[in-house]
């Protein structure tokens, strides 16, 4: 979530992360909600700017980016789990 200070920053990864948690239907505390969105935004960023060369601007276009990081961290996370 680059430009954003860190006070939005955790209030966009706590909605993110809650997002994705209702999306992914699974039961996470507000903490590991605001960590799934903030690493989420990472990983979001990280593969859009791989796959597609840019990422989406503005605090919304980054909300969608985090859900979309933290879906994939639930998803690694049941598939990771499910091994062991």
């Excluded at 690493?39 to 980016?65: E, H, S």
Aim: with cysteine; charged share 10%; proline share 0%.
């Amino acid at each position: 979530m680059e430009g954003f200070g860190w006070i939005l920053s955790i209030i966009l990864g706590a909605i993110a992360g809650w997002i994705a948690e209702q999306l992914m239907k699974s039961e996470h505390g507000l903490l590991m909600n605001i960590i799934l969105g903030i690493v989420g935004a990472v990983v979001g960023n990280w593969l859009a700017v791989t796959i597609f060369g840019a990422t989406m601007g503005g605090a919304i276009g980054q909300i969608i980016i985090a859900v979309i990081g933290a879906c994939i961290l639930i998803w690694l996370g049941r598939l990771i789990r499910r091994k062991s």
